[in-house]
């Protein structure tokens, strides 16, 4: 039995560790250093009707234990990910998820719909939460029912389980949870970046053209793993965890706290061979804290607090 | 392309802010063209986390070592300028297009166009070019006479012009009022520096050549989109508008890019 091995809709993955979308290209970079196969599943970039050049530059900023970035969804488009980059990954076992964002429902329904009936999708990644884009994206992820409403709008015309990515950037996440979760999604991505701001004291200006940008990176972990633990507890589909994931440890945190997977984000650019090195960890430290597989420790912290509360 | 850690054998402040670093490791070997660039995590860190692009100054094969000269901005580059020889970085590397030299015959005569901390991989290219039997005439710009740095290195290879900004040596003025004080022709020109050096450089030569930019990074091998600049025309190819600093440069063809 491969005690890696987590199954989620749409997604038998040998292991549970996937790139975060953004953070890999739609592969190419990377798989000069490795085999993808080595991947539990391959998160893409987000992808628009039209092809977007993103905002201008600098688009990074660095912080202690995190980096701001406003890329801006930049992307090729449709047209050529489905002419280029989706073919160019059938050679490839692990699922892919593929990120769909847009300025309007009907930007993201065509994506969704076109995306999705290609044989090598397994998944798509709803985008109501990126922080850098002046339409779309976390507009559609800070209120519950406008989530709700495009979250149902988007699974009326997908053929593959649609996880919805939620954003940090909102008072109460319980309840966009529930209301995506209301409305069919099959499963949740969290955390998005926190969007923050650097400022350049030599200019005086915000070191990002974009002047804000999103917070990734270890310093965010705290906050990913107080919100999966509060989610987790009251939504009955699986959570794909992410934010600042840089160590094995921080996979199972992640776990315990109510992630049925993982994708790692920022590492990569540290470490481009960050998700392997993570992948060839985890067996270890399984047999080291005493478990039987990994499927048995996601959400296992609330479980224990809620046994606690009962006594 | 390498992931390994490079020993530091050498290291110095050679002007006010500026340090040569000399790393050695297998990696040193597999550089292919001049211009390329190395992606360094200086220490295994959360401030500074990112890894920092180096430009490659010089290699030496058989000792398995690379130069670079940098200069000390922040925190990273701070904390590298303070590294004792014998410790380790982690190099990520060589990344990037450099600099084309295939055309280059001998006796062509090419002009290098360098700024500030934009001149040092402009010295790896020279040695290449006057391998090759090329004639070098260089121009280097500095703010002032105490900046300058790698004059008496490019001596050895041709002609040097020294610019800086307050005429304290060389010419008054930019770089551009070397270039059109210029009375040797030339059939090429390679220019590293700061934008607005780079910009004001291609648009006072008719030559043809080459331009290496630089950028604040993410990955350094074209995945995070960081680094991105405007195509001055879309690829026929791909469609795409735009170029990757860090994979599809560091260098690009005068013009082919929006500076």
């Known amino acids: ?311 | 392309m390498r992931l390994e850690n490079m020993m530091i054998t050498a290291q110095m402040e050679i002007a006010p802010k500026i340090f040569q670093v000399t790393l050695r490791g297998a990696l040193a070997q597999t550089l292919e063209t001049p211009g390329q660039f190395i992606h360094v995590q200086i220490e295994k860190s959360i401030d500074p986390m990112l890894r920092r692009p180096l430009s490659i100054c010089d290699v030496d094969m058989d000792k398995q070592e690379l130069t670079l000269i940098y200069r000390v901005e922040g925190k990273g580059t701070k904390r590298l300028s303070e590294k004792k020889l014998g410790e380790e970085v982690n190099v990520l590397g060589p990344l990037g297009e450099g600099f084309p030299i295939e055309e280059v015959k001998e006796n062509d005569t090419c002009l290098l166009v360098g700024g500030g901390v934009g001149i040092p991989p402009l010295y790896y290219l020279a040695k290449q070019l006057v391998k090759k039997g090329a004639n070098v005439i260089t121009i280097l710009g500095f703010r002032s006479e105490g900046d300058i740095f790698l004059e008496s290195e490019f001596e050895q290879l041709g002609k040097v012009i020294i610019t800086t900004e307050d005429g304290s040596k060389g010419t008054l003025g930019f770089v551009t009022d070397a270039i059109h004080d210029l009375t040797e022709e030339y059939s090429v020109y390679y220019t590293c520096g700061p934008k607005g050096m780079l910009r004001a450089v291609e648009n006072s030569i008719v030559s043809p050549g080459y331009i290496s930019l630089e950028e604040r990074m993410g990955c350094g091998v074209g995945a995070c989109l960081a680094c991105v600049c405007d195509l001055a025309e879309a690829n026929v190819e791909t469609g795409k508008v735009y170029a990757k600093i860090c994979s599809d440069g560091p260098v690009f063809k005068a013009g082919e890019v929006i500076i």
């Open chain 1, 1 to 311: 039995m491969n005690r890696l091995e987590v199954n989620l809709p749409g997604l038998v993955m040998k292991n549970p560790v996937m790139p975060a979308s953004g953070c890999f290209g739609f592969g190419q970079e990377y798989a000069k250093f490795y085999d993808l196969n080595r991947l539990g599943a391959i998160c893409v970039k987000a992808v628009t009707v039209e092809r977007r050049s993103g905002n201008p530059t600098p688009r990074v900023a660095e912080t202690p234990g995190g980096m701001l970035n406003a890329i801006g969804l930049q992307n090729p488009g449709l047209e050529h990910v489905l002419q280029h980059e989706l073919p160019w990954l059938e050679k490839y076992e692990s699922p892919i998820i593929v990120n769909v964002a847009g300025n309007l429902p009907e930007d993201y329904m065509e994506v969704a719909r076109e995306i999705s009936k290609v044989k090598n999708v397994n998944a798509i990644e709803l985008n109501i939460s990126c922080p850098n884009v002046k339409e779309g994206g976390i507009a559609f992820g800070t209120n519950a029912q406008t989530a709700a409403d495009l979250t149902e709008k988007v699974k009326s015309v997908s053929k593959v389980p649609v996880y919805v990515k939620l954003s940090p950037n909102v008072t109460d996440i319980v309840e966009i949870a529930k209301a995506v979760e209301s409305a069919g999604a099959d499963g949740l991505s969290m955390i998005n970046t926190l969007l923050g701001m650097r400022i350049d004291l030599n200019t005086g200006k915000p070191i990002l053209a974009n002047r804000t940008g999103g917070l990734s990176g270890a310093g965010i972990k705290p906050v990913a793993i107080r919100m999966i633990y509060e989610v987790s507890q009251k939504v009955q589909i699986p959570i794909i965890g992410m934010g600042g994931i840089f160590e094995v440890d921080d996979i199972l945190e992640f776990m315990m706290a109510g992630a049925s997977a993982v994708a790692v984000g920022t590492a990569n650019f540290i470490d481009p061979f960050a998700c392997p090195n993570l992948i060839d960890g985890l067996e270890e430290r399984l047999d080291e804290l005493g478990f039987d597989s990994l499927t048995s420790i996601v959400g296992r912290s609330s479980a224990l607090c809620n046994l606690n509360h009962v006594r």
